[in-house]
């Protein structure tokens, strides 16, 4: 059974950047696509980014395009998540998760981390 840790959030100002880090453990990490999720308080989990299990195709929420770049290394069974020009609307739990595909919907995913907490002030 895959477990998910996330690490790297924090309290930033706009603007700021942030990288996330997902380490994964207990499974083959390379059979897995990855993705990044966030939800704020008293909304829904948002789709973020996703990547496939070779790292050669990533997704990106319109949102965040151009900012936030996600990336995997396989021999470390890392998934990263660099957020640049953060902006106050990124605040929220971000959460890393595993799948069989490049979902947008949450669902789907088997695998999920604990969640860091990413603040971003105006």
């Known amino acids: 059974q895959l477990q998910l840790a996330e690490s790297g959030g924090g309290l930033v100002q706009a603007g700021a950047s942030l990288r996330l880090s997902c380490k994964a453990s207990?499974?083959?990490?390379?059979?897995?696509?990855m993705a990044w999720f966030r939800q704020a308080p008293g909304k829904e989990r948002e789709f973020v980014s996703a990547i496939t299990q070779s790292g050669a195709s990533t997704h990106y929420v319109d949102s965040v395009k151009g900012r936030f770049t996600i990336s995997r290394d396989n021999t470390e069974n890392t998934v990263i998540l660099q957020m640049n020009r953060l902006k106050p609307e990124d605040s929220g739990v971000y959460y890393c998760?595993?799948?069989?595909?490049?979902?947008?919907?949450?669902?789907?995913?088997?695998?999920w981390g604990q969640g860091t907490q990413v603040t971003v002030s105006s």
């Open positions: 998760a595993a799948g069989w595909s490049t979902y947008s919907d949450s669902r789907p995913y088997s695998y």
């Open positions: 207990g499974g083959d990490f390379s059979n897995w696509a």
